[in-house]
């Protein structure tokens, strides 16, 4: 099975910066889409930004001009560096992916969330 594994939330300070690592690990032949979203308190969960696996990107227009999205496909694993950090950023970050455990066989898998905190 897939596993998605996520790493650089913290607190940080308004217009601060942070990035966020996403690895994915076990069966994979190749990965499709991959994307961030993320959910306030009593909110639901909004898309971020994505990318496709031909380095397409879109962006929420909320964060566009701050965030970027990356992929390393050879290290299966996407990246958002958050610039310009506002307190309405802040919420639990999940990563996104959808993935091929062999040619035709492609299914949606979820991180487990990472807290980003933007707050002085």
């Known amino acids: 099975q897939v596993q998605l594994v996520e790493s650089g939330g913290g607190l940080v300070q308004p217009g601060g910066s942070l990035r966020l690592s996403c690895v994915a690990s076990g069966r994979i032949f190749s990965i499709g889409y991959m994307g961030w979203y993320r959910q306030a308190p009593g909110e639901e969960r909004d898309l971020v930004a994505r990318?496709?696996?031909?380095?397409?990107?879109n962006y929420s227009d909320s964060v566009k001009g701050r965030f970027t999205i990356s992929r390393d496909n050879a290290k299966n694993t996407v990246y958002l560096q958050m610039n310009s950090l506002k307190p309405e950023d802040t919420a639990v970050y999940y990563c996104?992916?959808?993935?091929?455990?062999?040619?035709?066989?492609?299914?949606?898998?979820w991180g487990q969330g990472t807290q980003v905190t933007v707050s002085s």
């Open positions: 996104h992916a959808d993935i091929f455990s062999r040619a035709a066989t492609v299914r949606s898998y």
């Open positions: 990318i496709n696996e031909g380095d397409t990107t």
